[in-house]
């Protein structure tokens, strides 16, 4: 069966220090990858999204980004954090077509001091 | 990116008590899917529906892909204390689009 890896769970950062969160998916090939934005646990943004290796689209203009080394490994990044990024961090994968149910990992709750 | 528009917005109600939700939109969906998030997890997939007019059930959960193809709603009958969270509907057309949830309290 499948399953998706996040982490950490919990991040505390200063203010302009860099971020790596990372995703990983188990039991499946080619899967879309996706980063979300929760804030408040309410309302998922979506932030980044992959089809292959090495394909990122990005969804909102921002202060992160998101690369996909392999397969299924997706990473959000950031240079600088701004207090504006906390928020609760998700990733979610799909088997590559369209309109097919995407699944969660447990996310990171990311909190900038 | 475009969200549903998902109703109510939260409840409070007493324990065995029937729960319903839904979830419009101005376009029409291929997919109609509902998910719970328990507070500082993931969204977890509860029911996915593939066509219009199809009722699904999973336990005490029931969900139905409107007619329309552009609502759906959510039924929880007799809820007890662990139901308690945030339910999401997501559609997909060409995209992948979410509700804005539900918060539901079950009082004991």
């Known amino acids: 069966s499948q399953t998706i890896h996040q982490w950490p769970a919990t991040l505390v950062q200063p203010v302009g220090s860099p971020l790596s969160l990372e995703c990983t998916v188990e039991g499946t090939s080619n899967p879309n990858l996706y980063w979300y934005r929760q804030a408040a646990g309410r309302g998922l943004q979506l932030l980044f999204y992959?089809?292959?290796?090495?394909?990122i689209s990005s969804e909102v203009p921002q202060n992160l980004s998101a690369s996909r080394p392999q397969d299924r490994q997706f990473i959000l990044s950031s240079k600088k954090l701004l207090l504006s990024d906390s928020g609760f961090y998700l990733c979610?994968?799909?088997?590559?077509?369209?309109?097919?149910?995407?699944?969660f990992g447990d996310g990171t709750r990311l909190s900038i001091l | 990116g475009q969200q549903l528009n998902q109703s109510p917005q939260s409840m409070f109600i007493q324990e065995g008590e029937d729960v319903s939700m839904n979830c419009t939109s101005s376009s029409i969906f291929n997919t109609w899917l509902w998910y719970k998030q328990e507070p500082g997890e993931g969204p977890v997939l509860l029911i996915a529906?593939?066509?219009?007019?199809e009722l699904t059930s999973n336990g005490r959960l029931t969900a139905q892909f409107g007619i329309t193809r552009k609502d759906s709603f959510l039924n929880i009958s007799a809820s007890i204390p662990s139901d308690v969270g945030i339910y999401f509907c997501a559609g997909t057309g060409n995209q992948f689009y979410f509700g804005t949830g539900t918060s539901l309290t079950v009082i004991p």
């Open positions: 529906l593939y066509k219009a007019g």
């Open positions: 979610a994968w799909s088997v590559s077509r369209v309109a097919q149910p995407q699944h």
């Open positions: 992959s089809v292959g290796i090495g394909q």
